[in-house]
């Protein structure tokens, strides 16, 4: 390989900063053109006023396979979710517990209003036989809808309405569960085999962990492509910019001829943040809201998870509301009254809101899922080559996977016949 080849990747995600690690292996030294002023894509962290605020409301499910590989947890100083939901509903607070991993609320999870006796062996059932399934023959299985499977396994309207529905809306970002039943087998089994977390200052912080390991790379930030041609880029501003090989870590729809009219859709969510005297929860934990009546999808205080969130004396409540809104002012309004509605006006003392988080690309949407593919399938034009979890699934890891992928195709197509890199 030359390391004076002029390597190219466009988006300074996720996908795009493992590209760069994995390049950076083989050799190369690669230039990132970023349309922002920062790192981190999707995953990305501001700081107001001492609040530390993800844009949107974001976990890393320490389980994922491709996040213990490329990210230091303990560098990322943890904190965890406690497993499980607390539901508001009707006027009360629901707990949901998982039994399996909390066994001193078993009693309390047995006599929850959350589902039947039958739900939660069913929940207990689906669990355990998760465990035992590779996330390979999950994405290998055939699939229906998420809300087919779940009245295939006979969950009760009630635990669908009261926990499945808000949870995984909030996982999904789409209201009637159309998503793959891959989705939901591979989310549930993270889940039961790992813990939700963040690091404690931020989601931020893992793309700056993950440029942190970059020693050769170099960054263009406010650089918007504009087009892509074979062996040169083309950026917004008139500047062309010839390219030896190309990543492009992003949707490349409207970059490459001829993918205009391919789908580019994708699920929305609006994230509204507050800055209260104290949290009304007191735990680390995601309150879900059933039913269609109200806009809140979930809500959570980061602030219980990391007290680093907020400064002292504050907490930090982090809203999530499916779909964009043009009228902030109107949403924000309808948020507080719904706040009040569940949690009550003597709840929301100090109130005060603080950014809202208009996300309209937040998640892929995404017919047919898998969880790997071959390297040679990221190779779309002779130099090109593509890398994102729209590829594969809406997720962390995805992205994280797809990312070395692109990589390596793009490492041994340069490389002479017969020398493969791995």
């Known amino acids: ?82 497993p499980g939901a607390i539901i508001f509903h009707n006027g009360k607070k629901i707990r949901f517990s998982d039994p399996l991993r909390n066994p001193e609320k078993i009693l309390s999870m047995a006599f929850s209003s959350a589902g039947t006796l039958s739900d939660k062996l069913r929940l ?3 669990n355990r036989s998760l465990k035992k399934k590779s996330v390979q023959s999950i994405f290998s299985s055939e699939a229906g809808s998420t809300i087919e499977y779940l009245k295939k396994r006979k969950f009760s309207d009630r635990i669908t309405e009261r926990f499945f529905k808000p949870f995984f809306r909030g996982i999904f970002l789409e209201n009637d569960l159309d998503t793959s039943s891959k989705m939901f087998e591979f989310v549930f089994k993270m889940f039961g085999e790992g813990h939700a977390t ?66 580019d859709e994708n699920h929305a969510v609006s994230n ?22 109200f806009a809140i999808n979930n809500f959570c ?30 949403l924000v309004q309808r948020v507080i009254m719904e706040l009040e509605s569940l949690a009550g006006p003597n709840a929301l003392q100090g109130l005060t809101f603080l950014k809202m988080y208009s996300i309209a690309r937040a998640l892929p949407v995404m017919e047919d899922l898998q969880f790997e593919m071959q390297h040679t399938a990221t190779r779309i034009q002779d130099s090109i080559f593509l890398a994102g979890d729209y590829l594969l699934y809406g997720s962390l890891n995805a992205a994280m996977y797809s990312g070395r992928n692109a990589a390596i195709g793009l490492a041994n197509a340069r490389q002479p016949i017969g020398g493969d890199v791995v």
């Open 124 to 126: 207990w059932g689906l």
């Open 272 to 293: 509204l943040y507050f800055s209260l005297d104290r949290s009304f929860l007191g735990e680390p934990i995601i309150a879900l809201v059933p039913g269609d009546e």
């Open 198 to 263: 963040i690091p404690a200052k931020g989601m931020g912080e893992i793309a700056k962990q993950l440029s942190g390991k970059l020693q050769r790379t170099e960054f263009r930030f406010k650089t918007a492509v504009k087009s892509i041609l074979f062996d040169h880029i083309l950026l917004e501003d008139g500047e062309k910019i010839e390219a030896d090989g190309i990543i492009i870590a992003t949707k490349p729809h409207t970059m490459l001829s001829g993918m205009q009219a391919e789908k």
């Open 1 to 82: 390989m030359d390391p004076n080849s002029k390597i190219y990747i466009i988006g300074a995600g996720v996908s795009g900063l493992v590209a760069a690690i994995e390049l950076e292996r083989y050799g190369y030294s690669p230039v990132i053109l970023e349309s922002s002023d920062k790192i981190g894509g999707r995953v990305k962290s501001d700081t107001i006023d001492g609040f530390i605020l993800d844009h949107g409301f974001q976990v890393l499910l320490d389980a994922y396979p491709e996040a213990k590989h490329y990210l230091n947890y303990q560098a990322l100083d943890l904190k965890q979710f406690t």
């Open 301 to 330: 205080f980061m602030s219980d998870v990391s007290p680093a969130y907020a400064p002292e004396g504050k907490a930090l409540l982090s809203v999530s509301v499916n779909g964009v809104y043009t009228d902030e002012k109107e």
